[in-house]
């Protein structure tokens, strides 16, 4: 995304000093002005982007400032804009996307779902750390809000709604078609009344008649400890808001946990490299070992092997269903000297000596050994 390189105030054509009503009135109305159905421009989604990434900045406090006074947002800055998820261009298509905003009547949908507001999938990022706590983390959501305008009926005054007189308030049309297999006959929705049988006499300026405006808020998401990357938490009610108050469809948050530095997870349990030296290996010793949360002693017994597992009970991850705790399995890096000191050298040879070791004879000894016997 080109963020900096806009006019975020040019975009939703307001004055910088336009208020935050303004700015969200102003992104309604452009919002509106981008669908595609009305708006036959072939960049109209193009613009749709900027209109949405122009609101993100602008109706964001902290975003705002930085954007008036740097003219640019970074975006490391930018506080949970990465784990908005880009749902413009993730798993929701255009398509969908302006279904939701605008009530679009792609054909095959069926009744419930035109007038239930949609699921809302979203991805934010945690470390191992918070996903051995647990950790509420608040997240920017883009979506479709109950119009406060018209409370959500989608009429201006209150009149109601009346009965379609193109579908006799069914919903749905029947249509005869002739085809080579006889007569055909098919039920579409209503398009006249968007399926519900029912027509706004005077429909809301807000809103359009949809009892629903395009809004962008906050939530906190309350990840519970022992979460494991890919889980998903869904929060009932809290994705997009309904056709003129229908009920909200659920907001789903995949969990994602960044890889550790040290700590490797499998399950409930958390693997660690320790590295050692020869002789801590062949001796023995105590060692500290950092784990989730802390460090961690660890008796290495004398004559630990290059890949022993050590396994430390109730130091892994908290599980997220049932109780307790994974284990540690603290894996044995057994380090040999790549360099030795003079002294060093005597010592190990001294060391050999002792094993009963003779030196081994090198592929030059055995040629020699070979040419002349
Ligand atoms: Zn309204
Ligand atoms: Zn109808």
């Not at 579908?167 to 055909?184: K, P, S």
């Not at 946990?257 to 290996?281: N, Q, Y």
């Given at each position: 995304m080109s963020a900096g390189t806009k006019d975020y105030y040019a975009v939703l054509g307001?004055?910088?000093?336009?208020?935050?009503?303004?700015?969200?009135?102003?992104?309604?109305?452009?919002?509106?002005?981008?669908?595609?159905?009305?708006c036959?421009?072939?960049?109209?989604?193009?613009?749709?982007?900027?209109?949405?990434?122009?609101?993100?900045?602008?109706?964001?406090?902290?975003?705002?400032?930085?954007?008036?006074?740097?003219?640019?947002?970074d975006p490391r800055m930018a506080g949970g804009?990465?784990?908005?998820?880009?749902?413009?261009?993730?798993?929701?298509?255009?398509?969908?996307l302006f279904s939701v905003f605008f009530g679009g009547m792609a054909g095959g949908a069926s009744r419930r779902a035109r007038t239930q507001g949609?699921?809302?999938?979203?991805?934010?990022?945690?470390?191992?750390?918070?996903?051995?706590?647990?950790?509420?983390?608040?997240?920017?959501?883009?979506?479709?809000?109950?119009?406060?305008?018209?409370?959500?009926?989608?009429?201006?005054?209150?009149?109601?709604?009346?009965?379609c007189p193109d579908c006799g308030g069914a919903g749905q049309?029947?249509?005869?078609?002739?085809?080579?297999?006889?007569?055909?006959?098919?039920?579409?929705?209503?398009?006249?009344?968007?399926?519900?049988g029912h027509v706004i006499e005077s429909p809301c300026v807000e809103c359009s008649g949809q009892g629903r405006v395009p809004d962008r808020d906050h939530v906190t998401v309350e990840v519970p400890a022992g979460v494991d990357d890919g889980n998903q938490i869904r929060m009932r009610g809290m994705g997009e808001a309904g056709f003129r108050g229908a009920a909200a469809g659920d907001l789903i948050v995949t969990v994602r946990v960044a890889p550790h530095e040290f700590l490797h997870r499998e399950g409930s349990d958390l693997h660690a490299r320790m590295p050692l030296t020869v002789t801590e290996a062949a001796l023995g010793t105590e060692m500290e070992v950092p784990g989730i949360d802390g460090d961690v002693a660890v008796a290495v017994p004398a004559g630990t092997?290059?890949?022993?597992?050590?396994?430390?009970?109730?130091?892994?991850?908290p599980r997220l269903r049932g109780s307790g705790r994974g284990d540690l399995i603290v894996h044995a890096?057994?380090?040999?000297?790549?360099k030795l000191t003079k002294e060093q050298r005597e010592i190990l040879g001294q060391l050999a000596a002792?094993?009963?070791?003779?030196?081994?004879?090198?592929?030059?000894?055995?040629?020699?050994?070979?040419?002349?016997?």
């Amino acid at each position: 995304m080109s963020a900096g390189t806009k006019d975020y105030y040019a975009v939703l054509g307001v004055e910088r000093t336009a208020s935050e009503a303004e700015i969200k009135k102003a992104f309604r109305r452009k919002a509106r002005e981008c669908h595609p159905d009305v708006c036959n421009d072939h960049d109209a989604e193009e613009r749709f982007k900027s209109v949405n990434e122009a609101y993100d900045v602008l109706s964001d406090h902290s975003k705002r400032e930085m954007y008036d006074r740097f003219g640019t947002v970074d975006p490391r800055m930018a506080g949970g804009a990465q784990d908005i998820g880009d749902i413009f261009g993730g798993g929701f298509g255009m398509d969908d996307l302006f279904s939701v905003f605008f009530g679009g009547m792609a054909g095959g949908a069926s009744r419930r779902a035109r007038t239930q507001g949609r699921d809302m999938a979203v991805q934010i990022t945690i470390t191992l750390e918070e996903a051995a706590e647990g950790v509420a983390r608040e997240i920017a959501v883009n979506r479709l809000v109950p119009c406060e305008e018209c409370g959500a009926s989608g009429s201006s005054d209150g009149s109601g709604t009346s009965e379609c007189p193109d579908c006799g308030g069914a919903g749905q049309r029947r249509t005869q078609q002739r085809t080579f297999l006889g007569v055909m006959q098919t039920v579409s929705p209503c398009e006249r009344c968007s399926a519900t049988g029912h027509v706004i006499e005077s429909p809301c300026v807000e809103c359009s008649g949809q009892g629903r405006v395009p809004d962008r808020d906050h939530v906190t998401v309350e990840v519970p400890a022992g979460v494991d990357d890919g889980n998903q938490i869904r929060m009932r009610g809290m994705g997009e808001a309904g056709f003129r108050g229908a009920a909200a469809g659920d907001l789903i948050v995949t969990v994602r946990v960044a890889p550790h530095e040290f700590l490797h997870r499998e399950g409930s349990d958390l693997h660690a490299r320790m590295p050692l030296t020869v002789t801590e290996a062949a001796l023995g010793t105590e060692m500290e070992v950092p784990g989730i949360d802390g460090d961690v002693a660890v008796a290495v017994p004398a004559g630990t092997q290059f890949g022993d597992q050590l396994r430390v009970r109730g130091a892994g991850m908290p599980r997220l269903r049932g109780s307790g705790r994974g284990d540690l399995i603290v894996h044995a890096a057994v380090e040999i000297p790549r360099k030795l000191t003079k002294e060093q050298r005597e010592i190990l040879g001294q060391l050999a000596a002792t094993f009963g070791e003779e030196p081994r004879a090198t592929p030059l000894d055995r040629l020699k050994e070979w040419l002349t016997g």
